[in-house]
């Protein structure tokens, strides 16, 4: 069961990001950001009840989900969103799914951990992709190449995010709560966010667009507990590294599905299989 969930949950995570590239196309980031993180928080608050005591949320450990929560899926998705407006899909998702080169790093920076060969060559693997995905030739439409730290930006929230998370289930062991409560501190984080940008006037939702993008939530946040019940079913070294794949499967559909809006390069195909090799090399240590 736990190999079902994980493609399971990459498969939703690939879909979602074909979704909201089409969204993107008559809206924009912050706004595909809000309407995912609604969702994701609405639905994990109603399961909230049925599954976690709701003493557990009176601990003080519950501070690292809120701040693991402004990072991501607040900051991490919303940048997320931004590196798939401003670059595409096939640049942006491999990028961000290398958040655990920067989760290692802190490991090895704050915790004590050390690197072994595995790690090294999974970090200059990673390097290599990202390079090449930012030397690589335009998807249709103009971008700037320094646009790709969006999407290094949003892994390195991310990052943050999972380290702050798992300091804080090494206090309370409370999966769901955790990610309801990250999921919570997202949707605020994005809402002010939204505010700041002139409230309803930055909303950009067309009928069209509002269709992509609440589909997109729909898949996100199935593969958001997808992902809960694989590493409730299996361990972490399985789970993690299916579903890091899921760049695979978004480049995948992306030349099939997207082939309007974005050229699938063969120098992009080497880049993005550099990241994921790269990634799955580190966390499957």
């Known amino acids: 069961m736990d190999i079902y969930f994980s493609f399971q949950a990459a498969l939703c995570f690939s879909i979602a990001h074909i979704l909201i590239r089409r969204g993107l196309v008559q809206s924009n980031a912050i706004t595909g950001s809000f309407i995912s993180l609604s969702m994701t928080a609405a639905v994990l608050w109603l399961l909230v009840p049925f599954f976690v005591p709701l003493s557990e949320f009176w601990r003080p450990a519950v501070l690292f989900f809120l701040v693991a929560g402004v990072f991501a899926p607040g900051i991490g998705r919303t940048l997320s969103y931004v590196g798939i407006e401003r670059i595409g899909v096939a640049r942006s998702v491999p990028i961000v799914n290398s958040s655990p080169i920067f989760a290692s790093v802190f490991a090895v920076v704050f915790l004590g951990e050390i690197w072994v060969v595995q790690n090294i060559v999974g970090t200059l693997l990673v390097i290599s992709g990202v390079v090449l995905l930012s030397v690589a030739k335009p998807a249709k439409g103009e971008w700037r190449k320094a646009d790709i730290i969006f999407p290094i930006l949003g892994a390195l929230a991310f990052a943050v995010s999972t380290t702050l998370r798992k300091a804080g289930l090494s206090l309370v062991d409370i999966p769901l709560g955790a990610a309801a409560i990250t999921a919570a501190a997202g949707f605020v984080f994005s ?72 050229v699938i390069s063969l120098r992009v195909v080497i880049g993005a299989l550099l990241t994921v090799g790269g990634t799955i090399l580190v966390v499957t240590l």
């Open 191 to 262: 809402g002010v966010l939204l505010q700041a940008q002139g409230g309803r006037k930055a909303l950009k939702l067309s009928r069209n667009s509002a269709a992509w993008l609440f589909s997109a939530g729909i898949f996100n946040t199935a593969a958001l507990l997808s992902v809960f019940f694989a590493l409730s079913y299996g361990k972490v070294v399985i789970v993690e590294p299916l579903i890091s794949s899921n760049p695979v499967l978004t480049l995948l559909m992306t030349a099939i599905f997207l082939k309007d809006l974005e």
